[in-house]
């Protein structure tokens, strides 16, 4: 975990090596109905097509079972960032490496307390990618 500037200023970085084609983890970020699968924090999304796109909006239920709206507000070059109810919220990106990627969660620096719960997506992404 670091502290990092990114497109969107300083966030906290943290990531994963993963042993898989980098097209497989973006596939992996970028499908809705996965995001349960690795998201910790997302039992559900409501969006009006599978892959996001930057602009789409739909929203996500959370595991106290609330929906929250969600706009992703730029989606290409393998990274993607939302804002979930309103607010900045992670950013996503995958970069190619020697052997497979590195996949990075941007954290914004006033959710900090969010790093634990991107470490344990990112484990969950590794899972996913690699069976």
């Given at each position: 975990?670091?502290?990092?500037?990114?497109?969107?200023?300083?966030?906290?970085?943290?990531?994963?090596?993963?042993?898989?084609?980098?097209?497989?983890?973006?596939?992996?970020?970028?499908?809705?109905?996965?995001?349960?699968?690795?998201?910790?924090?997302?039992?559900?999304?409501?969006?009006?097509?599978?892959?996001?796109?930057?602009?789409?909006?739909?929203?996500?239920?959370?595991?106290?079972?609330?929906?929250?709206?969600?706009?992703?507000?730029?989606?290409?070059?393998?990274?993607?960032?939302?804002?979930?109810?309103?607010?900045?919220?992670?950013?996503?990106?995958?970069?190619?490496?020697?052997?497979?990627?590195?996949a990075?969660?941007?954290?914004?620096?006033?959710a900090?307390?969010?790093?634990?719960?991107?470490?344990?997506?990112?484990?969950?992404?590794d899972?996913?990618?690699?069976?």
């Amino acid at each position: 975990m670091r502290l990092a500037r990114t497109p969107d200023g300083r966030r906290w970085e943290v990531d994963r090596e993963i042993a898989a084609p980098p097209e497989r983890v973006w596939a992996l970020l970028c499908d809705t109905e996965a995001w349960p699968d690795w998201g910790p924090s997302v039992t559900g999304v409501d969006a009006p097509s599978r892959f996001i796109e930057a602009g789409m909006e739909g929203r996500v239920r959370t595991l106290g079972g609330v929906w929250v709206p969600f706009h992703v507000t730029a989606c290409e070059n393998y990274r993607w960032t939302w804002d979930v109810a309103r607010v900045p919220a992670t950013g996503h990106r995958v970069e190619e490496t020697d052997g497979g990627c590195r996949a990075v969660f941007e954290v914004p620096v006033l959710a900090a307390g969010y790093l634990p719960v991107c470490e344990r997506a990112l484990r969950r992404l590794d899972a996913l990618a690699t069976r």
